[in-house]
């Protein structure tokens, strides 16, 4: 979707510099048409000068909450593939400490869980991994009302596109009509 808006945001300046050229060349068919035109135009002030776009590619900026969200979503799974056992790099100057930190959140949920050890790991086990999907749907939320909010921006500006490139087809067709008279 950022692309695509860079590529929006490109194609509207491509219409500006279009409409631009346009009025140029209007200017310049009043002058060969009548003398009358050429003083009209002598006098009238020129159109101001587009300031030329630094390395030829505009700067796009993605809405603020997809940015938040794709942040998030990178943090989120950067997090998990630390913590997963299969995706982490095994490292042994930590196993005494994780084995603490278990030791001591099992002894403070002791109460919450049943008293059969096989039972009370399956009920941990299952609450983990209950965190893990609410912290995944959570991720995939925020991606979500991002993306959407991305391309609310999108249509509009495609609205505003299509309004433009109308309205440059009508001059087109008007000068190209006038150049033909002549």
């Given at each position: ?76 799974e950067s997090k998990y593939q630390e913590s997963h056992p299969n995706l982490r790099k095994l490292d042994n100057s930590g196993l005494l400490t994780s084995f603490f930190t ?81």
């Amino acid at each position: 979707l950022v692309r695509q808006g860079e590529a929006l945001k490109r194609t509207e300046q491509m219409v500006d510099k279009m409409d631009q050229d346009l009025k140029t060349s209007q200017r310049h068919i009043n002058s060969i048409k009548s003398v009358w035109g050429g003083l009209v135009n002598y006098f009238k002030a020129k159109p101001p000068e587009s300031k030329p776009e630094q390395n030829g590619t505009p700067e796009y900026y993605a809405n603020s909450r997809l940015k938040e969200a794709m942040m998030s979503s990178k943090e989120q799974e950067s997090k998990y593939q630390e913590s997963h056992p299969n995706l982490r790099k095994l490292d042994n100057s930590g196993l005494l400490t994780s084995f603490f930190t278990e030791y001591l959140v099992s002894s403070v949920q002791r109460d919450s869980y049943p008293k059969n050890q096989h039972l009370r790991a399956y009920h941990q086990k299952i609450d983990n991994n209950l965190d893990e999907m609410s912290s995944g749907l959570s991720r995939l939320k925020n991606l979500a009302l991002g993306l959407q909010t991305e391309i609310d921006e999108q249509d509009d500006m495609l609205d505003q596109l299509t309004k433009k490139v109308e309205t440059l087809d009508v001059n087109i067709k008007s000068t190209d009509k006038k150049v033909r008279q002549l």
